[in-house]
Structures are given as C-alpha cells and as structure tokens.
C-alpha cells in the first residue's frame, strides 16, 4: 500500500489538464452492454474504478482493449451474472444491474456492501425496475432480476429520502431504452454525468429526452449500436484542485474543464474570499487566491446544488480560512471521516448530526493521518499542503480509486509531493 508524503509550504502555480469523470464513465461503460457492437469510449480516467469496471465487463465476456485514454468495448456475447469478487469491491458496479436486464432478461449483481461515508441501499434501483416488470429476488448476497416477457414502459418515481438517486437513474433509464413503450422517471437526477450518459445512450439510438432535468422520459427502441463518445470532464477532480489553488496557489490554471458544471462549486470559493476566472469558452478557468477570507455556511444538495462529493475538500479549505463555516451534508450525514484526521492536523472542527461547526485556524501542522474514502483522501493532501512540516497519508489507495495521477498534477504545479511505497 503506497502512502504519500506532503511536505507543506510550497506554493502551487502554473497549470494542469483536468481528467475525463469517473462518474460519467462508470455508468457508461456498463452501458456499452446494451449493443454487440463496438463502443469506443475516450477521456476515460485511468484510476482503479474504472479498471474495476472493465475488469467486470471482461468477466462478463465483453472484449475490451484500453490505450491511454480511449476504451473500446465489445458485448458480443454477454453473461448475466456479474462477478461477486469483483463487484463486492466497488459499489458503483450496481450500474451493470439495469444493462444486463434489458439486454439479457436476467441480471444476477452481488448486492454491494457499505461503505464509510455510510449505508449505501439499492432499493430506489429495484424499485424502478421492478416498475419496468423485473422481478427481484435475493440469494446467497445477490440481487437476482429476471424479465422473462421482456421489459414494459412503466412511470416510476425515483426520490429517496435523500433526495434523487444518480446511479439509481443510471439504472432505470438504461433498462429502459430496451423497454417496450414510454418511461416516465420523476424525481430523476439531474447531475451533469446522467445528461453525459444519456447522450451517449441516445447516439447508440436511444430515444431519451429530459436528461438533466428532474423528468425523464424514454421511448424503447428494439436495439442500440455500436458508437464513439468522449466523456466529460471530471467536475469533482477540478473542484479539488481549485480548492488547492486556493488553499495554497498563486494564480493556478486548470484546463479541460467546464464552467456550466461548476456553479455551486465555484460560488462556494469565491463566497469564502478567493476570485475564480474563467475564459470565454468556460474550458479554462485560473483561481486566485483572497486576502479577505471569510467562513461560509454549506448546505450539500443534489445537483446542481453543492456536491457531496467536494464537501471533505471545502472543509479542509475552511479549516484555516478565518471565521466560522457550517457544513451540512444533507446526502451522506456521516460522511464525516476526513473531519478526526483533519483535528489530529490541529484543526477545530466539531461534528454533530451530520453537521460539521468549522472554526478556521491559523495553520495546521503535520501528522500522520490515514485515508478512508475517496474524497477525504484528498481533503487530507489538500491541508497537508499549507500545513506545517511533513504529513504522511497512508492507504493510498482511496485516492488512487478516483483521481488520475493527483501526485504528478501536484508535482507539475510547484508542490512537494512524494508517493512511497509502504513496506
Ligand atoms: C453517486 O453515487 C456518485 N458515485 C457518488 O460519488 C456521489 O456521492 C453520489 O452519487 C451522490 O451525488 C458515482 O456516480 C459512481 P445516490 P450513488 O444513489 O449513485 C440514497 C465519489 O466520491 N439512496 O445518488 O450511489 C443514498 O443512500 C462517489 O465519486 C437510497 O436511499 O449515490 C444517498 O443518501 C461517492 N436508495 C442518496 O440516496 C437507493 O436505492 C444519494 O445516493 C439509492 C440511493
């Protein structure tokens, strides 16, 4: 297991290219099991959960060949059964649920385990395909769908108590495009990578409008084709970073990203004190960090509210930005782990009921500090780079699960980064 080392201090200038999502190409390479014919996917990330995700498209039978950023993927001949060892160990897999159903008539998924930012239900998943008339069984850990006369239009209404379900969407609107008649999906999510989805979707032949929108309807078609789909940039890598920039940076620019997608996460920046530019096309943007810092009140929210996924990152930005910030996560309550490593780092930060009270510091100070999920991983490598001395975050890992090469993008903007192996 690697760890990284961050020795604070350095000041990040310059500029780096913003990867390709994870989150838009999860869900489309599982849905490149709609068709038997070639689906050529660019901008996919190179991190470990889409190498999981390829590897359970190849366990399933798809051939797939990867060069650098480009995917192709095959479904000739597909299995029903997704692979317990290999979707036990990424929840996302669930994608693969609602493609095989509707491809195969039968979809066999191991239900996914939870997770540190908390309990991770499919019953939204289940609940829209069941609509669609597959019936749900569990045996041994696994979902068991099966749709013997095929698949029905139906209208279903995906809200949870937490609001919409992005993957759960994913699901219901893939299985959907197979679906004889209309599907109405109410209360759907509307984030930016459910629209890149639904394009790609749509270009192998689906008929889906209201993507992005809370409604979403779909007319079943007999069969999708082969297509080619370059995925949008990731929105959470790029937020990540720009909190860095104005963590620690001088003028930093990010490139290959994109402003319509951007919104809340760049209001929050610019609410706490620093300026965010972006160029005319909104493809580029440069952070300059403020001298008038000032806490700010958070509300986590579906899209295109603020994120979950770059709550951790803001709370390591507010933790030394003078004042008091109240973070809420109205998605994932728990989702709180990177807040005790940050306190071992000197910061004050009081979390009670899903609610983190931030009182901004004057500096952090290394520690040894450990990662447990994906985005607190990086709200740990974003304060150790203003803190003082040298912090070591093990369990490397969780970072490499969702952002591409972050220690060279570190290195190529000035800061002082080392990846070691952990003996
Ligand atoms: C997606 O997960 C993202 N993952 C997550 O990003 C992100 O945090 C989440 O959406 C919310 O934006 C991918 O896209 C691969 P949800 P997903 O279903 O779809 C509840 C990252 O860091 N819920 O939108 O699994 C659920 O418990 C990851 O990149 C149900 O109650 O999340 C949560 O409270 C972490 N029943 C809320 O809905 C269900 O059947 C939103 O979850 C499904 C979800």
Redesign the pocket.
Known sequence: MDKLIVHGGATLRGSINISGS??AS?PILAGAILTGEDCIIRRVPDVSDTNYMIQILSALGADVERSSGTVRITCAEISDEAPYELVRRM??SICVMGPLLARKGRAVVSLPGGCV?????????LRGLEALGAKVEFEGGNIILTAKDGLKGAEIDLR?????????TDNVMMAATLAEGITVIESA?A?P?VLDLANFLNAMGAKITGAGTRRIVIEGVKELKGVEHTVIPDR?EAGTFMAAAALAGEEVKLRRVCREHMKAITAAIEQSGHRVEFNEAGDVCTIHRGDNLKGVDLVTA?YPGY???MQAQMTALLATTPGISVIKDT??PQRFMHCAELKRMGADIKVDNGTAIVRGVEKLSAAPVMASD??ASAALVLAALTATGSTQISRLYHIDR?YEHIDEKLLMLGANVERVKER
Not at 117 to 125: A, E, F, S, Y
Not at 160 to 168: A, Y
């Open positions: 994870k989150n999860l929840r996302a930012i908390g309990d991770r239900p499919v019953d939204l998943h949870g108590t937490h609001g919409p379900t992005v993957l759960g999510a984030e990578e959470i579906p994120p979950t996924d998605i994932f994906l985005r969702g």
